[in-house]
Structures are given as C-alpha cells and as structure tokens.
C-alpha cells in the first residue's frame, strides 16, 4: 500500500480544551489511484493532508508512506520520507518570486543531493509533459494562475515521488483551467503510479477521480456529498477498475 492512514485521531490545542481534527480517520490510496477528499470548510481536508504528509504528528493512530512507517519517527526521518516519497502541491503556488521556473524545480532535486546534470533533465522532462516548454526562464509574475499551478506541479514530482498531496489545486483557478490541472494530475497518477489524494471544493472534477470521500467534523467516509450536477459522479470504466468506495 503506497499510503496508509490508519485510525489516526489529530487534535490542536483550543483555549483550556482540545479541537479533534481527525476523529479516527483511515485512508489507504493504491498505486495509481486518484482520491478526492471534499467537505466543508473547516472539516479537516488539510489536516488530512497534513498527517498524510508527515508535516505534523497525530495523537495516535499509524501513517505508512511508501512501505515506510512514519509513526513515531524522528523528524530527520520523517524528512528524509517526506523529500524522497511524497510530492506536496498547497492551494497556493508558493513559489519562490526572484526563482524562473527551471530553478523552481532545481532547488528540489538540490535539497535532495540529487546531481545537477540528472536534475536538468528530469526538470525538462516534467516541464514538457507540463506543456511550460518555452517558460523555462520565466518568474512566476510572468506566468499566469494555471501556468504557476503547473510549474507547483512539476516541482511536487520533481523528486519522483510515490505520494502525490494536493489541496484544492483549483480554488485560484477558472473552470476551464481548473479541470485542465485536474486532468493533468488524473494522467500523471494514472501513468506515474501515483498515489494521489486531492482536497477539492470543485465537484465538477470529481468525474476525473477514482473515489470519493467525505469529510465532516473530522471524520472521512465513503459516502460522496449531496445530491450535485451529473458531474460528480466517477465515471464508469473507473469504478469498475478498481475495489474501492465509490460515490
Ligand atoms: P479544512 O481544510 O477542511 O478547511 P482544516 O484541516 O484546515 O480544515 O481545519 C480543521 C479544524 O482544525 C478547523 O476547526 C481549524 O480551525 C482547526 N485548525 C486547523 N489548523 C489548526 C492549527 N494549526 N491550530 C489550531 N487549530 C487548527
Ligand atoms: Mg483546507
């Protein structure tokens, strides 16, 4: 299993009491598989992603990335897994504003000791597959919203990662726009092997995804939201391809 979250509870510190994030949370996404996360605001998506992303420790509960088990490793470790295996895309394209986008995905491959030679053609690969062959030496000012969320993109895959993260990839985006990223990110896990969980407020995407989950009040089920355009809904040949919930 490429990602496992199993009964994982999250809680922050709220005044003199606790908030629970993630009310036993379990999540396991294949190899290959697209996983959309939806819910209200509030309800935890990010957590999720979060826990899912070894960026913060649950209170219990076990997290395997990529046949690793992350749980109560040390925070060098959990490094070490997150720069080797996951790929994170957050809902704003923090790009670095003085870096062109080769750079963008240079630093990555940089942080990870990988060589330079290795890394610029790996970086020129993705940025083709990216259709931002020609933007090589752009700042992100110079580029537009769809354009900066692909080079987020590139940059999440730089290091070949198993576990692809990404929160609401769209929200900056126009329609059309956004369900161009999200084909994009259905082909890559299709043809990467990716394990990838995308959080998402566009319920028109969601026919591009192989399940669907719910979050509300911390607690994820199978169950999709309700009753919204014809769209939501998976398309056919995928929900037969696979075991898993579906909406
Ligand atoms: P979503 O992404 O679904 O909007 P979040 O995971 O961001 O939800 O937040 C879930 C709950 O946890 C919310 O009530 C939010 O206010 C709270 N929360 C999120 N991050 C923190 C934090 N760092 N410290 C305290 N509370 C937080
Ligand atoms: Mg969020």
Partial sequence: MTLKLSDIVLTYPDGDR???ALDHVDLTVEQGEF????GPSGSGKSSLLAVAATLISP???TVSVAGHEVSGASPDFRTRIRRDHIGIVFQQPNLLASLT???QLLVMAHLAGRSVREAAVRARELLLAMDLA???HKRPHQLSGGERQ???IARALMNSPEVLLVDEPTSALDHHRG????SLLAELTRENGLATVMVTHDLATLAMVNAVLTMTDGKLTPAPPPPSPDASRPRPDHAAS???HRS
Avoid: M
Avoid at 179 to 182: C, F, W
């Fill in 101 to 103: 986008t080769l750079d």
């Fill in 18 to 20: 606790t908030l629970t």
């Fill in 242 to 244: 696979s075991g898993k």
């Fill in 150 to 152: 692909r080079v987020n």
């Fill in 59 to 61: 209170a219990s509960g």
């Fill in 35 to 38: 996983t959309a996360v939806v």
């Fill in 134 to 136: 020609g933007k090589e």
């Fill in 179 to 182: 369900e161009q990223i999200v």
